[in-house]
């Protein structure tokens, strides 16, 4: 499938309106037009914040909260977010290119034509998150807990998943097939809506054959 390639900063469609953020984020904070540049924020408190038309570049996040907070038209490069509470957040046309999601708590949200670029998400909790438009490009989700949550028109082209969970997840026209590794942890009962290829099915036929209960046995 064709994906759209990384966009470059100054490709921004809002580039030229950006200017350097000097203070610290606040809890529902409204954040319009600004370059995020080579810093790094511990335990900040933005949740319930606006980020609308802003990038992020070189940004690391030590915990903090960002809770129900909504990023529209958000770019951000080379982030990290370590132990960051996203849950509840709203995500819209938004981009994301080597950035680094560990142990981030994103469970609950909602993204909606989301790019995320060669990107690392570590023990990430996508539980009951409702994720349309999404893709995945040359990622690595690793232990990621996608439990309860609805995917809807999402794709992993050039992407490792690595012990995902989708325990009672519902999925539509979701696409595995580009995925270069797929290693599901729980939850293969729930891949109904989910288009895989040959290989594939032969990678997951153990654990199919397991949640329907066949015994196989060759002699």
Same mark, same amino acid.
């Given at each position: ?75 951000l490069h ?63 989700? /690793? ?16 992407s490792t ?21 797929? /290693? ?29 209960g066949f ?5």
């Amino acid at each position: 499938m064709r994906t759209r390639a990384p966009r470059d900063l100054a490709t921004l469609p809002f580039a030229h309106r950006l200017n350097p953020f000097t203070g610290e984020i606040e809890r529902s904070g409204t954040y319009e037009w600004l370059h995020f540049e080579g810093r790094t924020f511990d335990d900040a408190e933005g949740s319930s914040s606006l980020f609308s038309e802003s990038a992020f570049s070189s940004v690391t996040f030590n915990r903090g909260r960002f809770r129900r907070s909504r990023f529209d038209d958000v770019w951000l490069h080379t982030v990290r977010m370590v132990g960051t509470n996203l849950a509840e957040t709203t995500w819209l046309d938004s981009e994301c290119t080597a950035s680094i999601f560990a142990g981030a708590e994103v469970h609950g949200a909602e993204m909606r034509r989301t790019v995320f670029h060669q990107c690392k998400f570590d023990s990430a909790n996508l539980r009951a998150a409702t994720l349309k438009d999404v893709t995945f490009v040359d990622c690595l989700l /690793r232990d990621v807990d996608f439990s309860g949550a609805t995917l809807n028109g999402v794709c992993f082209p050039g992407s490792t998943l690595d012990g995902a969970r989708f325990d009672k997840a519902t999925l539509t026209a979701v696409d595995l097939r580009e995925a270069t590794t797929l /290693r599901i942890a729980s939850g293969t009962g729930s891949l109904s809506g989910a288009t895989i290829s040959t290989t594939q099915l032969f990678d997951l036929a153990p654990l199919l054959a397991q949640h329907v209960g066949f015994t196989v046995k060759d002699d």
